[in-house]
């Protein structure tokens, strides 16, 4: 199974001022984002989200949120293998994308999104 980063998302109450400072150090733009039921903003730098910013008010700092792989496995395959790791996970999938997401709590709090486009 082959994986590819696809991007890292954090959380923040100030979306414009993370905003901001990825465009003065790094040059990412703002771009499309599904309509997911929470606020936010994904950040692009040539074609490729980089950078998602999911806006939580309550949050006092930025925080890593996950990190996401993805690959051309199925979704099942890729589901059956995090099953067979024993870790916990949540399936979710992205609105009008089809992709399908699959967070894995891993050791020590750190989460990973992996995203595969086939069904389950």
């Known amino acids: 199974m082959t994986w590819t980063f696809d991007h890292l998302a954090f959380n923040t109450a100030d979306g414009q001022a993370l905003q901001d400072a990825f465009d003065a150090l790094l040059g990412l733009k703002p771009g499309r984002r599904p309509p997911f039921p929470f606020p936010g903003r994904w950040l692009y730098q040539d074609g490729q989200a980089l950078v998602h910013v999911i806006e939580q008010p309550a949050l006092d700092e930025a925080a890593l949120s996950h990190i996401a792989f993805r690959t051309d496995e199925d979704a099942a395959v890729v589901l059956e293998r995090v099953q067979g790791s024993g870790l916990p996970y949540q399936v979710a999938q ?6 399908w997401q ?19």
């Open 102 to 120: 699959i967070f894995v709590q891993m050791p020590g709090g750190l989460v990973l999104e992996l995203d595969a486009k086939s069904r389950f």
């Open 94 to 99: 992205v609105p009008e994308d089809g992709v």
